[in-house]
């Protein structure tokens, strides 16, 4: 293999399921990679917000001076975006010989997708003379590869139903799983407000030093702007975040307590908050496009999100017609998520995605019908993302608006087939 994406074909196929939890295989290729890292490490686990938390960290850190590795999954449009190296995404180049060493050292373990670039990943981060490394969980937390490094402080955002058959059926149970991240003695931020009960008795039991979101940090804001209290230090007269969405202020409130936990060996100024925390970007994240319809992007796929997603949608306004390009996971309560945003939605496109684990077009379509109560509704199924989305603009008038969301593969594939040309075609005011 010589480019990254024969690696990336190779790596689908070398073993023989998707996910395998545990840490035993993907440990042992550490081990003989000789992976540490000489810096400050920062992992974020949970079910939502994690991206968000990463994009935040890495912005202030960036406006601090401090040369930053970021590694998040899965990617929008191109693998590469997996890996941040001092703000910039990794080569592809720099991928493909990552890859080439672990499949030296490799010899008879097998890895799966994730775990072999995982290890990539990490290998080149640790040669990238960082001051600080930010590592999102892929999954869960005791389980995911990325466990196999000992953090300096955790962060843990957001815990909701997602996962079940890896993780678990409810809140408690998740929560241990996501709690397999802390380590003994050091920070962890739990930014959920109402954390489950499981993840509070795991800190105590281990002896980490826990932050809670209400007790140790906390916000306040009027429309115009918001304030932030940890243990020590306050910021007051903040512009709001860039990331757009109420929840926003939730994951910025725990960035900002994990740099106050992390501020002896990485301290930022207040300067470096407000300049990061207006600066940050994340596509894909309540993205609006403005134009002629305006245009919404949200990876949404869960509940939880996609009840996150329903609020900010609400907080926009008035709207004659609502459409919304939907392709999802099969593997997800959809149901949930149907009845989460169907007050907002007027009109539907359902879509194929290019996966096994997608639910197909058809089948959407029809658990939809299955639970709509609205006469005043409609619905269509189409191949890709970006023929439903093509469909919605036909059909939209210059006053409506059009939201993408359900998966990652349903705004990456609008954002790499076509946005652009579609901007220039449709969204011009």
Same mark, same amino acid.
């Given at each position: 293999?010589?480019?990254?994406?024969?690696?990336?074909?190779?790596?689908?196929? =070398?073993?023989?399921?998707?996910?395998?939890?545990?840490?035993?295989?993907?440990?042992?290729?550490?081990?003989?990679?000789?992976?540490?890292?000489?810096?400050?490490?920062?992992?974020?686990?949970?079910?939502?917000?994690?991206?968000?938390?990463?994009?935040?960290?890495?912005?202030?850190?960036?406006?601090?001076?401090?040369?930053?590795?970021?590694?998040?999954?899965?990617?929008?449009?191109?693998?590469?975006?997996?890996?941040?190296?001092?703000?910039?995404?990794?080569?592809?180049?720099? /991928?493909?010989?990552?890859?080439?060493?672990?499949?030296?050292?490799?010899?008879?373990?097998?890895?799966?997708? /994730?775990?072999?670039?995982?290890?990539?990943? $990490?290998?080149?981060?640790?040669?990238?003379?960082?001051?600080?490394?930010?590592?999102?969980?892929?999954?869960?937390? *005791? =389980?995911?590869?990325?466990?196999?490094?000992?953090?300096?402080?955790?962060?843990?955002?957001?815990?909701?139903?997602?996962?079940?058959? $890896?993780?678990?059926?409810?809140?408690?149970?998740?929560?241990?799983? @996501? &709690?397999?991240?802390?380590?003994?003695?050091?920070?962890?931020?739990?930014?959920?407000?109402?954390?489950?009960?499981?993840?509070?008795?795991?800190?105590?039991?281990?002896?980490?030093?826990?932050?809670?979101?209400? *007790?140790?940090?906390?916000?306040?804001?009027? @429309?115009?702007?918001?304030?932030?209290?940890?243990?020590?230090?306050?910021?007051?007269?903040?512009?709001?975040?860039?990331?757009?969405?109420?929840?926003?202020?939730?994951?910025?409130?725990?960035?900002?307590?994990?740099?106050?936990?992390?501020?002896?060996?990485?301290?930022?100024?207040?300067?470096?908050?407000?300049?990061?925390?207006?600066?940050?970007? =994340?596509?894909? *994240?309540?993205?609006?496009?403005?134009?002629?319809?305006?245009?919404?992007?949200?990876?949404?796929?869960?509940?939880?999100?996609?009840? &996150?997603?329903?609020?900010?949608?609400?907080?926009?306004?008035?709207?004659?017609?609502?459409? &919304?390009?939907?392709?999802?996971?099969?593997?997800?309560?959809?149901?949930?998520?149907?009845?989460?945003?169907?007050?907002?939605?007027?009109?539907?496109?359902?879509?194929?995605?290019?996966?096994?684990?997608?639910?197909?077009?058809?089948?959407?379509?029809? $658990?939809?019908?299955?639970?709509?109560?609205?006469?005043?509704?409609?619905?269509?199924?189409?191949?890709?993302?970006?023929?439903?989305?093509?469909?919605?603009?036909?059909?939209?008038?210059?006053?409506?608006?059009?939201?993408?969301?359900?998966?990652?593969?349903?705004?990456?594939?609008?954002?790499?087939?076509?946005?652009?040309?579609?901007?220039?075609?449709?969204?011009?005011?």
């Amino acid at each position: 293999m010589k480019t990254l994406q024969q690696w990336l074909d190779w790596c689908e196929q =070398l073993h023989p399921v998707a996910i395998d939890m545990g840490l035993e295989r993907v440990k042992a290729v550490a081990e003989r990679m000789a992976l540490r890292f000489d810096c400050p490490v920062i992992t974020v686990a949970g079910t939502n917000g994690k991206g968000s938390t990463c994009a935040m960290l890495e912005a202030v850190l960036l406006q601090a001076g401090y040369r930053t590795g970021v590694y998040t999954s899965p990617h929008l449009v191109h693998f590469e975006e997996r890996c941040r190296l001092h703000g910039e995404s990794a080569s592809a180049e720099a /991928f493909a010989d990552a890859f080439a060493t672990v499949e030296a050292v490799r010899g008879d373990v097998s890895l799966t997708y /994730f775990e072999f670039s995982t290890l990539a990943i $990490l290998h080149m981060m640790a040669g990238a003379n960082l001051d600080v490394a930010i590592l999102e969980v892929g999954l869960g937390g *005791r =389980l995911d590869a990325v466990n196999i490094v000992d953090a300096d402080c955790t962060v843990i955002t957001s815990i909701d139903i997602d996962h079940t058959a $890896l993780l678990g059926f409810d809140r408690d149970t998740i929560g241990r799983e @996501k &709690a397999g991240v802390m380590r003994a003695g050091r920070p962890v931020v739990v930014s959920d407000p109402v954390p489950p009960q499981s993840v509070i008795d795991h800190a105590s039991a281990l002896g980490a030093e826990l932050w809670l979101f209400g *007790r140790d940090f906390n916000y306040s804001g009027d @429309k115009q702007q918001w304030a932030w209290a940890g243990r020590d230090r306050r910021y007051s007269g903040m512009a709001y975040p860039a990331l757009r969405g109420a929840n926003q202020l939730i994951n910025a409130s725990g960035v900002l307590a994990a740099l106050e936990a992390l501020r002896q060996r990485i301290p930022v100024t207040a300067q470096a908050v407000r300049n990061g925390m207006a600066m940050v970007e =994340l596509p894909g *994240r309540f993205q609006i496009v403005p134009g002629q319809p305006v245009l919404v992007l949200d990876v949404a796929h869960n509940p939880h999100s996609v009840a &996150a997603l329903a609020v900010n949608l609400d907080a926009m306004g008035f709207y004659p017609c609502t459409h &919304a390009v939907l392709g999802a996971m099969a593997d997800k309560d959809l149901l949930s998520m149907f009845q989460r945003v169907n007050p907002m939605v007027d009109r539907w496109y359902f879509t194929d995605l290019p996966l096994p684990r997608a639910a197909q077009a058809d089948d959407l379509q029809t $658990l939809w019908q299955s639970q709509n109560t609205r006469t005043d509704t409609a619905s269509s199924v189409h191949a890709a993302p970006l023929l439903a989305l093509q469909a919605a603009m036909d059909a939209a008038d210059p006053a409506d608006r059009i939201v993408v969301f359900g998966s990652f593969y349903t705004v990456g594939g609008v954002l790499a087939d076509g946005l652009p040309r579609l901007q220039a075609k449709h969204l011009s005011p």
